[in-house]
């Protein structure tokens, strides 16, 4: 049964701060004032870099997501195309089975560092169970198989960990029940599942724009920490038109780059895979290490793709990355 929500997530709870009882670095408040120049704070993004670099031995990690449904929602993410109440999004069958193993294969060989599984809320669990042991049967045992589904319950959890899956990705997003249809405890006692049932936990500051104040950001960095996820990193929300904040419009790569910086900063002591999102290649000189390739079924566009999201194949993403001068996985082509 799916995790139904409502209860804090004891340890791993973190206080919802107030703009107010927050206390703010000096380092934080630069970063985050856009009043401030980027050249005052060039030093603070040569300190993220250098950290990241330190923590995960100067490697950069390509996380390759596949979309494998996008069923309306009826959650109501006011950012979300696949949400019913918008009826912006394209809806295509569901990938089958086959079609996703053939992918994941595909990524895995290239030399993908996490293959991603991503389904709108309400997928069925017990599918997920077949597919991750049909896709890490064909991935191997190198390679991270990541969820990126609805609430999980534990036992959920360890039957998904049973099935293959390592890591799932899951956060409290910015504005959680205000721009979302869920609460903070409900996705909260996910994450607890999560680790007790001993699955790895990727956590961004996310889906970042433009009217999020710094105090906002500070929390959702600092949770990172608090429960400690294997990665950290930020995902500016892309404006799709016909959702509710789309008017906002998109944060500037300048922007993301500071937002990257903190999340390091913040973080200092692990969270070794820092992922910005969408790619930005030059975050990757201020704090980030890990880009995302996308394909199929896509929270950020109006339909699915045969392609990759906006042409970011993998084997750009891996190039962007020996770029920044950052060693990446070797691909078994290249064995």
């Given at each position: 049964m799916r995790e139904k929500g409502g209860i804090a997530a004891g340890r791993h709870a973190m206080p919802e701060a107030t703009?107010?009882?927050?206390?703010?670095?000096?380092e934080a408040r630069l970063l985050l004032d856009t009043t401030?120049?980027?050249?005052?704070?060039?030093?603070?993004?040569?300190?993220a870099d250098g950290m990241s670099r330190s923590l995960a031995d100067s490697r950069g990690f390509v996380w390759a997501?596949?979309?494998?449904?996008?069923?309306?929602?009826?959650?109501?993410?006011?950012?979300?195309?696949?949400?019913?109440?918008?009826?912006?999004?394209?809806?295509?069958?569901?990938?089958?089975?086959?079609?996703?193993?053939?992918?994941?294969?595909?990524?895995?060989?290239?030399?993908?560092?996490?293959?991603?599984?991503?389904?709108?809320?309400?997928?069925?669990?017990?599918?997920?169970?077949?597919?991750?042991?049909?896709t890490r049967d064909r991935i191997g045992s190198d390679i991270h198989l990541?969820?990126?589904?609805?609430?999980?319950?534990?036992?959920?959890?360890?039957?998904?960990?049973?099935?293959?899956?390592?890591?799932?990705?899951?956060?409290?997003?910015?504005?959680?029940?205000v721009d979302t249809g869920h609460s903070v405890d409900m996705r909260m006692r996910t994450i607890e599942n999560v680790l007790k049932g001993g699955l790895e936990l990727q956590y961004?500051?996310?889906?970042?724009?433009?009217?999020h104040s710094a105090a906002e950001i500070l929390i959702e960095a600092r949770r990172a920490r608090v429960v400690g996820a294997s990665g950290t990193g930020v995902m500016a929300r892309v404006p799709v038109?016909?959702?509710?904040?789309?008017?906002?419009?998109?944060?500037s790569d300048?922007?993301?780059?500071?937002?990257?910086?903190?999340?390091?900063?913040?973080?200092?002591?692990?969270g070794r895979h820092l992922c910005v999102h969408p790619p930005t290649p030059a975050t990757l000189r201020c704090g980030a290490n890990t880009i995302i390739v996308e394909q199929a079924a896509n929270p950020r566009d109006t339909s699915s793709s045969a392609s990759p999201w906006?042409?970011?194949?993998?084997?750009?993403?891996?190039?962007v990355l020996r770029e920044a001068g950052l060693e990446v996985r070797q691909a078994r082509a290249e064995a």
């Open positions: 703009a107010k009882e927050l206390s703010v670095s000096e401030v120049s980027d050249r005052r704070i060039a030093h603070l993004l040569e300190k997501a596949i979309g494998i449904d996008s069923t309306p929602c009826d959650m109501g993410c006011t950012f979300c195309s696949q949400a019913a109440r918008w009826d912006v999004y394209k809806t295509a069958p569901p990938l089958t089975a086959e079609t996703i193993v053939e992918k994941a294969g595909q990524l895995a060989d290239g030399g993908a560092d996490f293959v991603v599984l991503r389904t709108t809320q309400h997928y069925p669990l017990e599918v997920l169970q077949r597919l991750g042991r049909l990541v969820i990126n589904t609805g609430e999980m319950g534990f036992e959920d959890v360890r039957v998904l960990k049973d099935s293959g899956f390592t890591m799932s990705y899951h956060v409290v997003r910015l504005r959680e029940s961004l500051i996310e889906p970042l724009g433009p009217e038109m016909g959702t509710p904040l789309a008017r906002y419009g998109q944060v300048a922007y993301l780059k500071r937002v990257a910086a903190l999340a390091r900063l913040e973080y200092p002591d692990g906006r042409g970011f194949d993998l084997p750009g993403a891996r190039a």
